[in-house]
């Protein structure tokens, strides 16, 4: 049975931190590419971060680029983004997917991330 749980959401001031994670069970975890997305009340799902497999090549969002940080743990099948220097306008709900293919074959089922003071 395929899973990803997120977890790590919560409430923080403007200028916190969090760090989300994700652990993925039942597939072979490190031959998929991990993102991270999020959506916003009212907005469309974005992109947020990716990581590769073998060379854990990253990409993000213009958005959170030097704010935000994702890695992987082959070894622990889980995906993390640190989330820094929190802004209002980065809350949402973060969903953690596995790619295969250019695909996002699995979805967790999201955790919230709520930035106000």
């Known amino acids: 049975q395929v899973q990803l749980v997120e977890s790590g959401g919560g409430l923080v001031q403007p200028g916190g931190s969090l760090r989300l994670s994700c652990a993925a069970s039942?597939?072979?975890?490190?031959?998929?590419?991990m993102s991270w997305y999020r959506q916003a009340p009212g907005k469309e799902r974005e992109l947020v971060a990716a990581?590769?497999?073998?060379?854990?090549?990253?990409t993000y969002a213009d958005s959170v680029k030097g704010r935000f940080t994702i890695s992987r743990d082959n070894d622990k099948n889980t995906v993390y983004l640190q989330l820094n220097s929190l802004k209002p306008e980065d809350t949402a709900v973060y969903y953690c997917?596995?790619?295969?293919?250019?695909?996002?074959?699995?979805w967790g089922q999201g955790t919230q991330v709520t930035v106000s003071s």
């Open positions: 990581i590769a497999t073998a060379d854990g090549a990253t």
């Open positions: 039942g597939f072979p975890f490190s031959r998929y590419v």
């Open positions: 997917t596995a790619q295969l293919r250019g695909i996002n074959v699995y």
